[in-house]
């Protein structure tokens, strides 16, 4: 089945340490994004990439970095300069026709990620 | 337990009843909508959508409707079910292409 898969479903960060999240999608779309979801606000944008080898800052993109190397693949590290992280981190994908495209965003089940 | 549904207003709702989830939006140049419903430890999964030139979409079991006057959506559910527990929140494309979500309201159904 096509999707989108996160990984890992839970994740612990020590202070100072660098994490990463995995993103992969298997629906051929062009566009991908990372929210970061707390609890009793609406999803806040991170980063987003409408092409491979190329991304945009969000509303929330300190202490945090993005790559985008294949379609397939949208990884997101939580910096150590992100101060407070915990958080359930969705990814999502849209497909992009043209220019505000209205297409819906597909999300993948998310990961949480604590502090120890 | 996962903690993304503290503190959001909640519907509750016998089994087999029609539901009402509300939304007030923002911008009055927003031009699409979607409804995602969220269950616990999971993703938003994508409901329905309605464009602005639009004043309801019908789906299977539910209905969007649209009021641009007075910026309003809302999100009908009919014979509402036990696997309708969750919660529900909207998005808006706003005129520059960024999409806004709200925080979402928890329906919990009763049997």
């Known amino acids: 089945d096509g999707g989108i898969t996160q990984s890992p479903k839970y994740l612990f960060r020590k202070e100072g340490q660098n994490v990463t999240l995995s993103c992969e999608q298997n629906?051929?779309?062009?566009?991908m994004y990372w929210y970061r979801q707390d609890p009793g606000q609406g999803l806040r944008l991170i980063y987003y990439s409408q092409i491979v080898n190329d991304f945009q800052k969000g509303d929330i993109a300190e202490g945090y970095s993005v790559s985008r190397e294949k379609k397939e693949s949208f990884p997101l590290t939580v910096t150590s300069a992100q101060k407070n992280p915990t958080a359930f981190y969705l990814c999502a994908s849209s497909i992009v026709t043209r220019a505000y495209s209205n297409q819906p965003q597909h999300f993948g089940d998310g990961t949480r990620l604590s502090i120890l | 337990g996962e903690s993304v549904g503290l503190h959001l207003p909640t519907l509750s709702v016998q089994e087999g009843d029609n539901s009402i989830i509300n939304c007030a939006y923002s911008?009055?140049?927003?031009?699409?909508f979607i409804w995602y419903k969220q269950e616990s430890g999971k993703g938003p999964q994508f409901i329905i959508d309605i464009r602005s030139n639009m004043d309801k979409r019908q789906g299977q079991r539910v209905t969007v409707l649209l009021n641009k006057t007075v910026k309003h959506l809302s999100l009908q559910i009919a014979a509402t079910q036990p696997g309708d527990s969750a919660v529900y929140f909207c998005a808006e494309k706003t005129g520059e292409g960024k999409l806004i979500f709200g925080a979402g309201t928890r329906l919990a159904v009763h049997p």
């Open positions: 911008n009055s140049a927003s031009d699409y």
């Open positions: 629906l051929n779309h062009d566009a």
